[in-house]
């Protein structure tokens, strides 16, 4: 049972914490870039779903962010969507076209 409040402690504090919570998004993100752009060549014009339901500050800070590196090498480009649903339905539907 210990070890259910040490866990139960844990993510409380993770999730309190915007900063790791991007971190722990953004990061993998930008590792499969790197070593996507090193072993098969360029990446461009990759879909990249926004969906933001809080419409805060450090979604704000985000999205300004991924704009500006959208703006840059055209790694990526954004779809802006106010589903989850629709942004999971269409990267299934991009999958199924074999774009994965």
């Not at 979604?59 to 991924?66: F, G, I, K, N, S």
């Not at 999971?88 to 199924?96: D, H, K, T």
Request: charged share 25%.
């Amino acid at each position: 049972m210990r070890t259910l409040a040490f866990v139960e402690r844990d993510l409380r504090k993770f999730l309190r914490n915007p900063i790791a919570i991007l971190s722990s998004i953004l990061l993998p993100m930008v590792y499969l870039l790197i070593i996507g752009n090193s072993f098969q060549g360029s990446l461009k014009n990759l879909p990249l779903a926004f969906v933001d339901q809080d419409h805060g500050p450090y979604a704000e800070r985000m999205l300004d962010r991924l704009r500006s590196i959208e703006t840059g090498p055209s790694t990526f480009r954004l779809v802006y969507l106010s589903d989850p649903v629709a942004a999971e339905e269409g990267f299934e539907r991009e999958c199924s076209k074999g774009r994965w």
